[in-house]
């Protein structure tokens, strides 16, 4: 079956980190769309234990921008979305942290649907405590990472994964 005929699977291969945006708005129902896919992700005992905080002001943009090397793309960005978990919620911390990358895979490929750019920061994480005081959330929700999003200044972007065959270590 061609990709293309296949929704989910053409996200899954379409979709490609996006670092550069437009200064177009990102619209409050897309962003909400986005968030919306994230949260149907799976989670352990469906206990759902990521949190979102949503960033569009230019001045929080600037100091979470000091806080990672990839400062032009947390400026740029038309919003952010820091992803975290929820210690609350939470009944098995690395099951947690699997169901939240599920959850910002969710909200990648939803982007990518919506025709908007996003990308997963990481690196970020190195600074997690400082990000939570910028933003003046309380030390139960741990940051996992954040979601730059925007509208596309490009779309050529090219990515490559390893073939199939060096990833299977056994068939049986
Ligand atoms: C856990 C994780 C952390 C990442 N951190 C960063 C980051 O800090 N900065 C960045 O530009 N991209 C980051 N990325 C994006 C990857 O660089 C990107 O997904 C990878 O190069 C494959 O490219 P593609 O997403 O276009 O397929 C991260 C991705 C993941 C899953």
């Known amino acids: ?30 962003l909400y769309e986005v968030l919306r896919a994230g949260s149907w992700a799976p989670s352990g005992l469906n206990n759902q234990p990521w949190r979102f905080a949503i ?14 090397r990839y400062a032009k793309i947390v400026r740029s960005a038309n919003v952010l979305v820091a992803v975290f978990l929820d210690e ?4 098995d911390v690395e099951k947690d942290r699997q169901g939240i990358g599920a959850c910002i895979q969710n909200m990648l490929l939803a982007a990518h649907s919506l025709g908007l750019g996003a990308v997963w920061l990481g690196e970020i994480l190195k600074n997690r405590d400082k990000v939570r005081e910028v933003l003046e ?14 509208h596309r200044a ?19």
């Open 1 to 30: 079956m061609e990709s293309s005929d296949n929704p989910v699977l053409e996200a899954i291969y379409a979709r490609r980190s996006v670092r550069t945006y437009t200064d177009e708005p990102v619209a409050d129902e897309l």
């Open 55 to 68: 960033v569009r002001d230019p001045s929080v943009k600037d100091e979470l921008a000091g806080l990672t």
């Open 88 to 91: 609350d919620s939470s009944y």
């Open 137 to 150: 959330l309380s030390p139960g929700l741990d940051l996992m990472a954040v979601v730059a999003l925007g």
């Open 154 to 172: 490009r779309t050529d972007q090219t990515s490559s994964r390893r073939e199939l065959g060096e990833l299977i270590v056994k068939e049986c």
